[in-house]
């Protein structure tokens, strides 16, 4: 996919969970208003799964489906494998060229290429780079996929599902494959 102007953001998004759904809604606010596509990069499966053996929140299926009901115009599925893990924070700029960002948002702790050398600093020396502050649950915890998948190896679901922040928005529908259209990088 090529594009000539977007408002981008980037993650393994395992579980689409709150702090995830505020960056979508972010990347597709600014993207409204500068009258760009919007544009949500993931990676399958989620970086951890294949670096750390953690097991997926949900299916690529779900999380697709996740993602658009945020109503992103595109979804970059990057198949991340042994090949992908070994790209570069270099080569992983010169990839989003295609994709022509006017703005990206991240998380502060976002970190991307071997050995985790792509900081949000290295970004913005190449793109609008917006940090989105941390979304915290009730307790003043920082909400992320690994905290929610402990919950869930604890037996805590109904924690885990509120974390996550879809049992409310999608009352009927639990974690099945029931995938949307998307690109894949
Ligand atoms: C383009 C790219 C994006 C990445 N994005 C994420 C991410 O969003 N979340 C994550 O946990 N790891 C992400 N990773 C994985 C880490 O940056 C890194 O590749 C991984 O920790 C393995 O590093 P190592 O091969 O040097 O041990 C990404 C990797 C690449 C190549
Ligand atoms: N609670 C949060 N608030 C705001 N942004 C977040 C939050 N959690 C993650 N992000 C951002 O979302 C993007 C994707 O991150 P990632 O998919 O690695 O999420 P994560 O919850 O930190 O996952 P993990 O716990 O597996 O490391 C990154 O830019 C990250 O900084």
Same mark, same amino acid.
């Given at each position: 996919?090529?594009?000539? #102007?977007?408002?981008?953001?980037?993650? $393994?998004?395992?579980?689409?969970?709150?702090?995830?759904? +505020?960056?979508?809604? /972010?990347?597709?606010?600014?993207?409204?208003?500068?009258?760009?596509? /919007?544009?949500?990069?993931?990676?399958?499966?989620? *970086?951890? +799964?294949?670096?750390?053996? $953690?097991? *997926?929140?949900?299916?690529?299926?779900?999380?697709?489906? %996740?993602?658009?009901?945020?109503? *992103?115009?595109?979804?970059?599925? &990057?198949?991340?494998? +042994?090949?992908?893990?070994? %790209?570069?924070?270099?080569?992983?700029?010169?990839?989003?060229?295609?994709? &022509?960002?006017?703005?990206?948002?991240?998380?502060?702790?976002?970190?991307?290429? /071997?050995?985790?050398?792509?900081?949000?600093?290295?970004? $913005? #020396?190449?793109?609008?780079?917006?940090?989105? *502050?941390?979304?915290?649950? =009730? /307790?003043? =915890?920082?909400?992320?996929?690994?905290?929610?998948?402990?919950?869930?190896? &604890?037996?805590?679901?109904?924690?885990? =599902? %509120?974390?996550? #922040?879809?049992? =409310?928005?999608?009352?009927?529908?639990?974690?099945?494959?029931?995938?949307?259209?998307?690109?894949? $990088?």
């Amino acid at each position: 996919m090529t594009l000539s #102007g977007s408002a981008l953001t980037i993650g $393994a998004f395992d579980g689409v969970h709150s702090g995830h759904q +505020a960056l979508i809604r /972010s990347t597709v606010l600014s993207a409204q208003r500068l009258g760009v596509p /919007s544009v949500v990069y993931t990676f399958d499966p989620p *970086p951890k +799964a294949l670096l750390c053996g $953690a097991r *997926p929140l949900t299916s690529i299926g779900e999380k697709v489906a %996740r993602i658009s009901a945020l109503g *992103p115009d595109h979804i970059v599925v &990057a198949r991340f494998d +042994a090949a992908y893990r070994a %790209r570069t924070a270099t080569d992983f700029i010169q990839d989003l060229g295609r994709i &022509a960002p006017l703005v990206i948002w991240i998380g502060s702790d976002f970190r991307f290429g /071997s050995c985790k050398k792509g900081t949000p600093e290295l970004l $913005a #020396g190449y793109f609008d780079t917006r940090i989105l *502050p941390a979304v915290c649950c =009730e /307790s003043g =915890e920082v909400v992320s996929s690994t905290r929610i998948r402990a919950l869930r190896a &604890a037996g805590r679901v109904l924690e885990a =599902e %509120r974390l996550e #922040g879809w049992s =409310e928005l999608l009352p009927f529908r639990r974690s099945s494959d029931n995938g949307g259209h998307h690109a894949t $990088a």
